[in-house]
């Protein structure tokens, strides 16, 4: 979706436009519930924060003003960021939210249906700081740009390429020690 | 680079493959359902409605900041408590003329620098501590002998007044301890009232414990909160003054004893020689009256008449007698009278003497303690304008991260 439709479509929901909320959810929904099952490993807890973050984000939509510093898509994963510091810290679990999760056998055994390219990039994202799995999650399965990252996480747009590069060279870092 | 784009390649497949799409239409109803239906687009809430709370903090700010500025105006109108100065007037000051530092110091020096008695005789203040002529304390310069001091007595007889302010957050009970320390450096409180406001002690204390006490002073509350004044005065001028006096009235006393031993001596002598004549003359009338007792007619009145004469001489020296014990008394009278009036001026003099030594042994000193509110304490720690900073600083921060929320809107 580019960002013209986007700002349409935003425009259209802003005036109650429920199809056109539609179109943004069909378009939207697939990035945000993969980083939050990605985020979260828990498919019933990703569709509660999916569920509160398009709530949220409908709830605050009339004051939203598109811009082109300012796309809707990135301002929906800073929602759905928050939903889940809120969810964490309301469990207590925060720290999971920086926890490095270890690739484990079962995660290998339940995803026996991915490729082995799939496999190979979750060992090596599994390997690599919270981070640097964040901005990988916000650059390939979010796809936003690295200034929308920039606005998400709330830091220069200049660090944010630092950051994804030095993430890419450790990740081909972890294959040719694998190979 | 092929390497570069296989990663690439390889992360873009496993963001594709992580995108899950949902077939459940029931949260997607639920949510599309929330949205109201609207003919019109809401305009969005006026920012000057979300901006009331770094304009709240602004104004907070400012208040705070006049209220403190105000606030440690007047207690800058007293002089400032990180300082100690010394104020010493003696040998030293008027032997080698005041120092660079108490010329700074003391405003009359630098008026009339020429002035050769005020170079000899006027006091020198030494300051420990801040070197701000704006804070600095003006003791009133004690009253100083204009006799001229010999370059040679170096002798020193230093008259010590102490003076200190102790600010602090707990008057009535500094004033206490201070009160206690006093008594335990073998010292005296002539006087003393406290309050939880301020509190103010009169004491004398033994010259020798005078350092000590001041590091038990310091040690007792900080030394940003002490102002420290020490007046410092040899009483050499008064000493020579002392010495002179006894020296004159001692050699006055010599004097008159020696007169009165000279007078005693004189009127002895001329007594016996009196006494010498009126014997002679009695011997005389005697002698004559036995020749006249013996003579004949013819004879006796030759004879009448020398004895009549002989009477007459010795008449005059019971009178010369007389008038001699009577100058005699006076005069010893009045000697006497002279001597003890010097006797008493002596023991006048030597009662001064060891009042100025008990004075040289002893520092009379006093301590005003004053309450300071928490804006004066924080003040002591962080200079004026830090504080106007921080505050600024954080309102300025406040609102970057409030106007932040604003434009993303995020709750």
């Not at chain 1, 690599?128 to 220069?156: G, T």
């Not at chain 2, 992360?11 to 995108?19: A, D, P, T």
Request: aromatic share 8%; net charge neutral; proline share 3%.
């Amino acid at each position: 979706m580019n960002s013209e439709l986007e700002q349409t479509l935003v425009k259209q929901a802003q005036a109650g436009d429920r199809q056109a909320l539609g179109k943004l959810w069909d378009v939207l929904t697939p990035k945000l519930f993969g980083y939050l099952v990605n985020v979260t490993k828990n498919h019933a807890l990703s569709e509660d924060l999916l569920q509160s973050t398009w709530l949220k984000a409908i709830e605050a939509l009339p004051r939203f003003q598109h811009c082109n510093s300012s796309k809707f898509s990135a301002w929906l994963f800073a929602i759905t960021r928050n939903e889940c510091k809120l969810h964490w810290r309301k469990t207590k679990n925060e720290n999971h939210y920086i926890e490095k999760r270890s690739f484990t056998e079962t995660d290998a055994n339940s995803a026996h249906n991915k490729t082995n390219d799939i496999i190979l990039v979750e060992q090596l994202l599994s390997k690599l700081s919270e981070d640097d799995q964040e901005i990988i999650r916000l650059r390939y399965i979010a796809d936003l740009s690295v200034n929308d990252i920039a606005r998400v996480l709330n830091i220069n747009f200049v660090t944010v390429r630092v950051r994804l590069h030095r993430a890419i060279n450790r990740a081909r870092a972890q294959i040719n020690s694998n190979s | 680079m092929n390497q570069n784009n296989s990663i690439q390649n390889l992360l873009s497949e496993w963001g594709k493959s992580q995108r899950l799409t949902r077939n459940d239409q029931t949260i997607k109803n639920s949510v599309l359902n929330s949205l109201p239906v609207n003919t019109s687009s809401q305009p969005p809430p006026s920012r000057t409605k979300k901006l009331w709370l770094p304009l709240g903090a602004i104004t907070t700010a400012i208040f705070v900041i006049v209220a403190y500025g105000l606030t440690m105006n007047s207690a800058r109108y007293s002089s400032h408590p990180n300082d100690t100065y010394n104020y010493s007037v003696g040998e030293e000051s008027k032997n080698k003329g005041l120092s660079s530092e108490s010329r700074n110091l003391n405003p009359s020096a630098d008026k009339k620098p020429s002035s050769s008695a005020l170079e000899q005789a006027a006091p020198s203040v030494e300051s420990h501590g801040s070197n701000n002529s704006d804070d600095v304390f003006y003791p009133t310069p004690p009253p100083y002998g204009e006799a001229e001091i010999p370059v040679t007595d170096t002798r020193q007889f230093l008259k010590t007044d102490y003076s200190s302010t102790v600010k602090t957050r707990h008057a009535q009970e500094i004033t206490s301890r201070i009160q206690t320390m006093v008594r335990g450096y073998d010292g005296r409180i002539d006087s003393a009232n406290s309050s939880e406001k301020q509190g103010y002690i009169e004491f004398v204390i033994p010259t020798e414990k005078l350092e000590s006490f001041r590091i038990e002073l310091k040690q007792l509350v900080d030394a940003r909160f002490t102002l420290e004044q020490t007046y410092t005065e040899n009483l050499l001028p008064q000493k020579q003054v002392i010495e002179e006096s006894m020296e004159s009235s001692k050699a006055r006393l010599t004097e008159l004893t020696a007169q009165r031993d000279q007078l005693t001596a004189s009127h002895n002598q001329t007594v016996a020689s009196l006494e010498s004549k009126i014997s002679a003359s009695n011997r005389k009338v005697a002698n004559f009256q036995a020749q006249w007792n013996k003579a004949s007619a013819e004879e006796r009145p030759a004879l009448e008449s020398q004895i009549s004469q002989t009477q007459k001489d010795r008449a005059s020296l019971n009178n010369q007698l007389t008038n001699e014990n009577n100058n005699f008394s006076y005069k010893l009278s009045g000697l006497n009278t002279q001597i003890d009036v010097v006797e008493k001026n002596i023991k006048s003099i030597e009662k001064q003497d060891t009042e100025l030594l008990n004075t040289v042994a002893t520092v009379k000193g006093n301590i005003t303690v004053t309450g300071i509110n928490i804006w004066q304490f924080i003040g002591f720690y962080l200079p004026d304008y830090w504080l106007a900073y921080i505050l600024l600083i954080a309102v300025i921060s406040a609102y970057l991260i409030y106007r932040n929320r604003i434009t993303w809107e995020i709750k």
